[in-house]
T-cell receptor, first 115, second 112 residues
């Protein structure tokens, strides 16, 4: 069965500094990979996704992520964070097994941005 | 295009009652998935509907049920509410079961 690990529960970063959120997955084949962001009391907003092709994908709000097959990772990065980036971030893996598709989520990483 | 809408946004119920939550998918999307989100368990998959048929179900008791209508709108029902059912219930829609899921704002259910 597939699993998703986000090793960092909470990250604090200064405004203007760079941000990297880690995501590791366990799945036999190449999965569909996603990053979502959730602001307090809100639903999940899709930041970016990877299905195939270029392993560096660009998303909304200046975020990018890189798929590294050898490390089973899909880390999210942003060069310069803004106070509005404070939120909870979820990595998700879509996997297909016996014609059933399942989207599995990591536990999430909460990002705090300090002035 | 309008996004996924969920009604109501907030609900307060007491133990033993039942509740129905509604989800309207993005226009053209035929697949609807439901998730329960709690601080302790995170995001857990409840069930998924496609073309009015339940395709997948998560590991939840039979008190949790759902359905999908011909216009792709979906409802989920929880009977005999327990305190532990307090959560944010999220609905996501996609063109098909293997396509990208787009989430609604959620329904915050509080069981007293």
């Amino acid at each position: 069965a597939q699993s998703v690990t986000q090793p960092d529960i909470h990250i604090t970063v200064s405004e203007g500094a760079s941000l990297e959120l880690r995501c590791n997955y366990s799945y036999g084949a190449t999965p569909y990979l996603f990053w979502y962001v959730q602001s307090p009391g809100q639903g999940l907003q899709l930041l970016l996704k990877y299905f195939s092709g270029d392993t560096l994908v660009q998303g909304i709000k200046g975020f990018e992520a890189e798929f590294k097959r050898s490390q089973s990772s899909f880390n999210l990065r942003k060069p310069s964070v803004h106070w509005s980036d404070a939120a909870e971030y979820f990595c998700a893996v879509g996997s297909l097994s016996s014609n059933d598709y399942k989207l599995s989520f990591g536990a999430g990483t909460t990002v705090t941005v300090r002035a | 295009k309008a996004g996924v809408t969920q009604t109501p946004r907030y609900l307060i119920k007491t133990r033993g009652q039942q509740v129905t939550l509604s989800c309207s998918p993005i226009s053209g999307h035929r697949s609807v998935s439901w998730y329960q989100q709690t601080p302790g368990q995170g995001l857990q998959f409840l069930f998924e509907y496609f073309s009015e048929t339940q395709r997948n179900k998560g590991n939840f008791p039979g008190r949790f049920s759902g359905r999908q209508f011909s216009n792709s709108r979906s409802e989920m029902n929880v009977s005999t509410l327990e305190l532990g059912d307090s959560a944010l219930y999220l609905c996501a829609s996609s063109l098909s079961p293997t396509d990208t899921q787009y989430f609604g704002p959620g329904t915050r259910l509080t069981v007293l």
